[in-house]
């Protein structure tokens, strides 16, 4: 419990007008970004929930400039886009991620959510993974929450990429 009695649970939270109290992130998983700015990764992330394109996101950026992602494409629409309007794609999945056009077409979705945010919780760079995050290989809990520091550790040379390839 906080001196004035409040009781101290971890949580971001925001009192609406009418009293009511919305939850927005947990504390520990707050982004502080080097100039100080904070972001809940949370809210972001749940604006992408209902995209068709993206399958899974995490947001990083903790301690760096600007906020980035990683992304976890549809396939499955992303093969229907691909017919839909001729586009050969790769079969391999790997290879599925490095290809430019899908990569533009993961970022017509991150500019579309961009709308929505302010300036310092923008996703500026993403990288795409070829792996799906589940709780078989460790990156979701059996509840199916992120394990954001096993993905972290998972997709390390991603994040360094994102961050290392815009200092040059």
């Keep these: 419990f906080t001196e004035d009695g409040y009781f101290r649970t971890g949580d971001i939270v925001e009192q609406t007008p009418d009293g009511y109290l919305l939850f927005r992130d947990r504390i520990k998983q707050l982004i502080v970004l ?3 700015k904070n972001v809940a990764p949370g809210p972001i992330e749940d604006k992408f929930a209902t995209s068709d394109r993206i399958e899974q ?3 990083v950026g903790d301690n760096q ?5 990683l992304v976890v494409p549809n396939v499955d629409r ?10 050969d794609l790769p079969e391999d999945r790997t290879a ?9 077409w993961i970022q017509t979705e991150v500019d579309r959510v961009n709308e929505e945010l302010a300036s310092h919780e923008q996703v500026k760079q993403f990288r795409l993974t070829d792996e799906e995050w589940t709780p078989d290989n460790n990156l979701l809990t059996p509840s199916m929450k992120k ?3 096993s993905i972290l550790d998972r997709f390390a040379d991603e994040v ?3 961050y290392h390839e815009r200092d040059e």
Aim: with cysteine; hydrophobic share 35%.
């Design 96 to 104: 599925l991620c490095r290809d430019d056009r899908t990569r533009e």
């Design 160 to 162: 360094d990429a994102i």
């Design 65 to 69: 400039k600007f906020i980035s992602a």
């Design 147 to 149: 394990k954001r520091r």
């Design 78 to 87: 992303l093969r229907q886009w691909a017919d839909e309007e001729g586009v």
């Design 57 to 59: 996101i995490m947001i």
């Design 34 to 36: 080097d100039t100080g």
